[in-house]
Structure formats: C-alpha cells, structure tokens
Nanobody, 123 residues
Framework: VQLQASGGGLVQAGGSLRLSCAAS????????VGWFRQAPGKEREFVAA????????FYADSVKGRFSISRDNAKTTVYLQMNNLNPDDTGAYFC?????????????????WGQGTLVTVSS
C-alpha cells in the first residue's frame, strides 16, 4: 500500500484544516489507518486512528472533541478534520496503515507510511 498525505498548510489559531491520506497499490479493505504528528524537536505522537470499515475511531486525549477521522473506502482515502487548531498542533502529520486491528498508538505497529504534510498554526 502506498500512502500520500496532503492538505497541510498555515492557519491561524482557532482555524481548521482537513488532511487527506490517499491509498494506492492494493485494496484498502481491511486496513486500519492512523495519523501521527511530529513537532520540531519532539517525538512522533499518535493523533487518531480508524478501523477498516470506518465504524470505529480512536483519538489521543489532546485532540478529542477537536479532530475527527473518517474514511471513504470507495475513494481509498482517509481524512482528518482538524478544528479549533492551536499552536501546539503544529508539526508534520503522517498517515500510516496496518492490516487488521486492534487500534495501535505506536508507530512500530504500522506497516505502511506516507510522507508528511506540514501543519503550522500561528498564534
């Protein structure tokens, strides 16, 4: 599976962005997808994950109520809607995929990774 993340940009605090993760190479069915982020000088951290059907999601406490992950399997795309952004959300955002569950919040649990898309939130 090849993954391509897009949708990053510069936004003011309180604004919104929607990231996309497009998959290609093989069927997307059965894959859990996660989003991670890495701020400059910090370790990569888990943001959100979605199961293969889109019927189940899991979020880091820091983004609960502000971010929403969804997927369109017909379009083989996973989205991360980010609302009420703050400067702490700044970083490179990566999508990753693993075949089957359960939800995994560590990067080592994912087999496939896309390149990062940069999100910058100004105060």
């Amino acid at each position: 599976v090849q993954l391509q993340a897009s949708g990053g940009g510069l936004v003011q605090a309180g604004g919104s962005l929607r990231l996309s993760c497009a998959a290609s190479g093989r069927t997307f069915s059965g894959y859990f997808v996660g989003w991670f982020r890495q701020a400059p000088g910090k370790e990569r951290e888990f943001v959100a994950a979605i199961n293969w059907s889109g019927g189940g999601t899991f979020y880091a406490d820091s983004v609960k109520g502000r971010f929403s992950i969804s997927r369109d399997n017909a379009k083989t795309t996973v989205y991360l809607q980010m609302n009420n952004l703050n400067p702490d959300d700044t970083g490179a955002y990566f999508c990753a995929a693993r075949f089957g569950g359960p939800y995994v919040t560590t990067g080592r649990g994912y087999e496939y990774w896309g390149q990062g898309t940069l999100v910058t939130v100004s105060s």
